[in-house]
């Protein structure tokens, strides 16, 4: 017998919504486990395979500073899902964020972020660009204050980075990781 959702209490509601579930076990003996909730999300990686780059945004996170994190996490461009489309979702993410129109999308994974605590699902997508998609400066939506700083990055040192264990984004790490298997080539010096 599976583990049953036998009842879920909201304790928080605001940009996200906290819960407390409580579940019966297959003996019958109830416990109890938070849930974060805030959506469906989508992180997209715009690569330029001519020109051997990667576009990212750099930007403070209040939870990874809090963790003795770095001051400003590098991320790929990402966003909460509103419409029920992730794919229209990633395009706009990479509009905003670093400025570049996308064309196809390559699916990679659709994947829970913290399962042990959060529900959120984010839809992976890398992104062929040329240079001639980027069409603005990026930077972010005004008045949200995300205070993004974009970044073109050879792939070269990207996987640096990760060799270095700079990218402490998990999104980010999926994506640069699936980039390199199916495109090693774009690594190459």
């Known amino acids: 017998m599976p583990v049953e959702l036998r009842k879920v209490e909201t304790v928080y509601q605001g940009y996200s919504t906290l819960m407390m579930a409580t579940l019966a076990a297959p003996d019958g003996s109830l416990f109890k486990r938070e849930i974060e909730h805030h959506g469906h999300a989508v992180g997209v990686l715009p690569y330029d395979p001519q020109r051997r780059v990667a576009l990212l945004v750099s930007l403070p996170r209040a939870p990874v500073i809090w963790a003795g994190g770095p001051q400003e996490l590098v991320e790929a461009p990402a966003g909460m899902i509103d419409d029920g489309d992730p794919e229209a979702t990633a395009r706009r993410e990479a509009l905003e964020e670093v400025g570049v129109h996308l064309g196809p999308l390559e699916p990679v994974a659709s994947a829970f972020a913290s399962p042990g605590v ?9 992104a062929p660009y040329a240079a001639r998609d980027r069409i603005g400066q990026g930077g972010g939506v ?3 204050q995300e205070n993004i700083t974009v970044l073109e990055v050879p792939l070269r040192d990207l996987w640096t980075w990760v060799e270095d264990r700079r990218i402490e984004d998990l999104k980010t790490l999926a994506l640069v990781l699936v980039l390199k298997v199916r495109r090693p080539e774009l690594f190459a010096d």
């Open 142 to 144: 005004d008045g949200e």
């Open 118 to 126: 959060s529900s959120e699902r984010v839809e992976l997508y890398l």
